[in-house]
């Protein structure tokens, strides 16, 4: 599979219903070698995360951005399973509270970001800030802003500030994975009567899900936009089809693992003095009673 077909050029004006297919599966693979090749990675991916642990040089932080029920939370739970939670932390961000809203709008994320030797998970980010606030614009009269550029001058001021961001956090070893989950409109329509008709699922559904879907155009092109901005080299946008769970899994393992793979990570070597220390500690509990 190659995988640069879900990357976003930078610089790229892209169109997601035209470039994108949500549905998209690869010729050659099926739900049930999906499923076991996921499990390989699942594995790959705990080795990884030992190893990025123990070195404790690099953290990955890993984005997911995504309209409602375009599978997020299932597609964290299954690819990060076999993962030791010590090494491990998710972050969901909902409508900024009072504390954050007196700060900067980049503020709570940088509060959130991981540790050296850890993977971090934002389930939604800062990329709210240029995708629910464009969509939804009286959300900036309600973040006590000074006077700001006007004329949509503003996003690409915000576009400016996150490349920069990042740029930051790749150069003091935080690697950063991007990854948009792009649902079809007819299957989140499917999956929220799902979540009407099944008691178990209800507690996931909200009416404002539905209001929410009136806007789809409008955060289309709020995404296109800020993919065109905002994949640069350092930290690239993956577009992952999200009709198909079992396929989405798959390629978010397996891009996850490649990206930790390039790392070239290795376990620490100790000194020779720590080998004799080790040698010396092994020949007293050999000698125990």
Known sequence: MNYDDFLVPPGAIISLQKDYDPAYKAEFIEKADAVKRLQTGIEQLANYQNILYAQNTYAL?????????????????????????????????????????????????????????????????????????????????????????????????????????????????????????????????????????????????????????????????????????TSTKWAPWHIIPADRKWFTRLVVADIICKKLQELNLKYPIISEESKQQLLQAKQMLEEEN
């Open 61 to 229: 932080l890993i984005i997911f951005q995504a309209m409602d029920a375009a599978g997020k939370d299932s597609t964290i739970k299954h690819v990060m399973s076999g993962v030791n939670p010590q090494g491990c932390q998710v972050f969901s961000f909902k409508q900024p509270s009072v504390e954050e809203l007196d700060h900067d709008y980049l503020w709570r994320s940088m509060k959130a970001l991981p540790e050296r030797g850890r993977i971090g998970i934002f389930n939604r980010s800062y990329y709210e800030e240029v995708l629910v606030a464009r969509v939804h614009p009286e959300i900036l009269l309600k973040q006590q802003l000074p006077q700001f550029p006007q004329d949509g001058k503003i996003w690409k001021q915000r576009f400016e500030d996150i490349n920069n961001f990042e740029k930051y956090l790749v150069n003091n070893g935080i690697i950063v994975l991007k990854f948009f989950l792009n649902v079809s409109k007819s299957e989140q329509k499917n999956r929220f009567l799902k979540r009407i008709d099944s008691p178990e699922k209800n507690w996931k559904f909200s009416a404002s899900d539905v209001r929410e879907r009136a806007f789809w155009d409008d955060y289309m092109a709020a995404y296109e936009q800020a993919f065109c901005y």
